[in-house]
Structures are given as C-alpha cells and as structure tokens.
C-alpha cells in the first residue's frame, strides 16, 4: 500500500484521495515523478550543492518519513521563455537531505 505524503495514512489502491485526512494523492494529478533518462538513476553531481541550514528542532520530511536536522537550499534561475515574462528570474528550492525531494519552493526577484 501506499502511504500519504501529509498524514503518512495507508492509501488504498486506486483511490484518488486519502481516507484519513482526505489530500489528493499523486495518483489524483497533485504531483508527478520526474524519470531520468539512460541507464543509471544517479542525481547529477550539480544537484548535490546548494548551501546547508540547520534546524533548529529536527522535523520529518513528508516524503520519505526520516526525521531530519538540516535541509538543503538550491538557487532557481530562468533560463528560457518563450514570451516576455513578468516572472521573476530567480528564486529557491529547499530539499530534503535524504530523498533528494523538493519541500518548498519559491519564485523571487533576486
């Protein structure tokens, strides 16, 4: 079975919505997991930096249940559009130190 991102509830299969606390599950089109291509199933090195926070109580990441001290912060920058965009260019990604997932992310004029 599998488990709910925000409650960590057993989903059933099939089911676009957990029984428990009722947030659609990534089967209900919330979320998507990204493929990488070739043989191997590596994170590329580039993705590995960012800088470092400690928090100041541990926390558990909804991903992968693992009770975490630190996370890890990615700088976003635009690098195409197809229009003139009023978005901003910039912004940040925090992940998960374990699983690799994003926890947050934010677009800011930086």
């Given at each position: 079975?599998?488990?709910?991102?925000?409650?960590?509830?057993?989903?059933?299969?099939?089911?676009?919505?957990?029984?428990?606390c009722?947030?659609?599950?990534?089967?209900?089109?919330?979320?998507?997991?990204?493929?990488?291509?070739?043989?191997?199933?590596?994170?590329?090195?580039?993705?590995?930096?960012?800088?470092?926070?400690?928090?100041?109580?541990?926390?558990?990441?909804?991903?992968?249940?693992?009770?975490?001290?630190?996370?890890?912060?990615?700088?976003?920058?635009?690098?195409?559009?197809?229009?003139?965009?009023?978005?901003?260019?910039?912004?940040?990604?925090?992940v998960?130190?374990e699983?690799?997932?994003?926890?947050?992310?934010?677009?800011?004029?930086?």
């Open positions: 079975m599998e488990r709910c991102a925000h409650c960590s509830g057993e989903i059933p299969a099939d089911v676009e919505t957990c029984p428990l009722l947030a659609r599950t990534a089967a209900g089109g919330d979320a998507y997991e990204l493929e990488l291509s070739g043989e191997s199933a590596e994170i590329p090195a580039e993705w590995q930096g960012g800088a470092v926070y400690t928090l100041e109580l541990s926390a558990r990441c909804p991903h992968c249940l693992v009770q975490i001290r630190t996370v890890r912060v990615l700088k976003l920058k635009r690098t195409q559009a197809a229009f003139t965009s009023t978005l901003p260019r910039g912004g940040r990604v925090i998960c130190p699983c690799n997932r994003i926890l947050s992310a934010e677009l800011a004029a930086l």
